[in-house]
């Protein structure tokens, strides 16, 4: 089956720093990552994703990075803010026998980053 | 739009006990899901449906029941509730696959 794993369990960094959270999975055939952010007491809130087709992709002060040849995620935060205190999760998709994955995410751990003013 | 919305916020449970925990998108999501995550944990599929009248297992399913009669409603069943059954359930929802699905707040549950 399908593991996704994170390398740091926390992170802490100065605000105005980069960030970079690092999540490794195990099965080759996944095909969809997302980048997930969770703050206390509320569900996850979906910050970037990208396909296995990509190996990179930019959003608004985010970046994802994928490296298949390691199966390797990791999500870049560029100018940390406190509000960006959270814990973030990594996510993937493997296609089941007839190409679909229906969403069936499978989560890591999650990385609790803490952004000190 | 409401998004996904779940009731109760908050529940504690008697051993053996069940109940039903509500989900509702307004968002003609046809994908639903309901997860559930254990203290500093990432979180497991519990079940998911692709659309009304289907449904399906997900990694964790043992005690737990699902139904979907409507596009809008996903409701998860507990019957005979048990402490390992304790954690906070999130149901989720999304148009299409492969996309990433939209998540409710959650509802967390104890069982003593």
């Known amino acids: 089956g399908e593991s996704v794993g994170l390398h740091l369990p926390t992170l802490s960094v100065q605000e105005g720093d980069n960030s970079i959270i690092n999540c490794a999975y195990s099965?080759?055939?996944?095909?969809?990552f997302i980048w997930y952010k969770q703050e206390s007491g509320k569900g996850p809130q979906f910050i970037i994703d990208i396909r296995s087709n990509m190996d990179k992709r930019q959003g608004q002060r985010v970046t994802v990075l994928l490296n298949k040849t390691v199966k390797h995620l990791s999500l870049q935060i560029a100018a940390t803010q406190p509000g960006d205190s959270a814990v973030y999760f990594c996510?993937?998709?493997?296609?089941?026998?007839?190409?679909?994955?229906?969403?069936?995410?499978?989560f890591g751990q999650g990385t609790i980053l803490t952004v000190h003013p | 739009n409401a998004g996904v919305t779940q009731t109760p916020k908050f529940r504690i449970l008697k051993i053996g006990q069940s109940m039903t925990l509500q989900c509702a998108q307004d968002m003609n999501h046809n994908y639903m899901y309901w997860y559930r995550q254990d203290p500093g944990m990432g979180l497991k599929l519990i079940y998911y449906s692709v659309g009304a009248g289907i449904t399906d297992k997900g990694e964790v399913p043992n005690g737990y029941n699902v139904s979907r009669s409507t596009t809008e409603d996903f409701p998860l069943r507990l019957e005979l509730a048990a402490p390992s059954q304790t954690s906070v359930y999130f149901c989720?929802?999304?148009?299409?696959?492969?996309?990433?699905?939209?998540f409710g707040p959650g509802t967390r549950l104890t069982v003593l």
């Open positions: 099965n080759s055939a996944s095909d969809y």
């Open positions: 989720a929802s999304s148009y299409s696959s492969p996309a990433a699905p939209f």
């Open positions: 996510a993937s998709t493997e296609p089941n026998a007839g190409g679909t994955s229906y969403g069936k995410l499978t």
